[in-house]
């Protein structure tokens, strides 16, 4: 599952200077019908190789160590480099009040992980 670039998540990952992949957006799912705001991919898809990094959030679906683990497992099995890393659902799924905390966490962490 990834995020769609229409969607609070990918947007709020922009802002501090990361871009999902791939380039879709979901839409409302009426106007573009079958788009879907988190799509399900396949590992063999060429974008694949353009990944640098990839965030297990714990929102919507909590991944834990062992999801990484098996993440890291796939992009070895395709000659992949990017890093995983595991990410508080809160700092990039949430708005409002929340979003005001963690947006400079979640900017911390893009300048760490690069």
Partial sequence: MTVARDTYISRTLASVGWQTLPQTTGGDGLQTPGASRYPAFSWDAPWIRDIDLVLLST???RFGP???G??????DARGSHAEVSLIDGEW????GSRAVRS????AALAR???
């Fill in 103 to 106: 947006l400079p966490r979640l």
């Fill in 70 to 75: 098996e993440v890291r497992r796939l992009l």
């Fill in 112 to 114: 760490t992980l690069g």
């Fill in 66 to 68: 062992s999801h990484a």
């Fill in 92 to 95: 990039c799924a949430w708005y």
């Fill in 59 to 61: 929102e919507p679906y």
